[in-house]
């Protein structure tokens, strides 16, 4: 599916401690829900850059944090919901936009906002990890 994801392994050292700690769920989530906010504003910044997107900015939402079933890291998403006043899936309409169609170019705004957001969000995450496992 197209999505903005945003992925979050831990080093398996960390993931050790931390599994010993028994906190780590805790701490990865935090660590990722104070970063996502960033993700969801760049992408909403790209869309509504984007001349065709009407409805879509505003059905631009961040899932919750998730844990991978194989246990190796957390993610959350960043994705357009629902349909537009047509009936047209946002997501659908998102993925013409960042794939181009035989009638549009490629405008991506999904890979954009990511690269746009990269540095913050790395930030942010590394601020909530210092306070909370270096307290």
């Given amino acids: 599916g197209l999505m903005a994801k945003f992925e ?12 010993r ?16 906010p ?6 909403k910044k790209e869309c ?10 505003n059905s631009v939402k961040a899932t919750k944090v998730e844990k991978y079933k194989n246990g190796s890291g957390y993610y959350a998403v960043v994705r357009p919901t629902g349909k537009d006043e047509n009936g047209v899936r946002n997501m659908e309409k998102m993925a013409h936009a960042e794939y181009g169609t035989s009638h549009q170019a490629a405008t991506p705004i999904l890979s954009k906002a ?6 913050e969000v790395t930030e942010i995450m590394q601020r909530v990890y210092n306070l909370e496992v270096l307290k």
Avoid: C, W, Y
């Fill in 114 to 119: 990511v690269a746009e957001s990269e540095e």
């Fill in 48 to 57: 509504a850059a984007h001349r065709r997107t009407g409805s879509m900015v």
């Fill in 21 to 36: 700690a028994g906190n780590m769920d805790n701490i990865a989530k935090k660590m990722i829900s104070a970063a996502i």
């Fill in 8 to 19: 979050f392994d831990f080093p398996s050292d960390l993931m050790n401690q931390l599994q």
């Fill in 38 to 43: 960033v993700l969801e504003r760049n992408v």
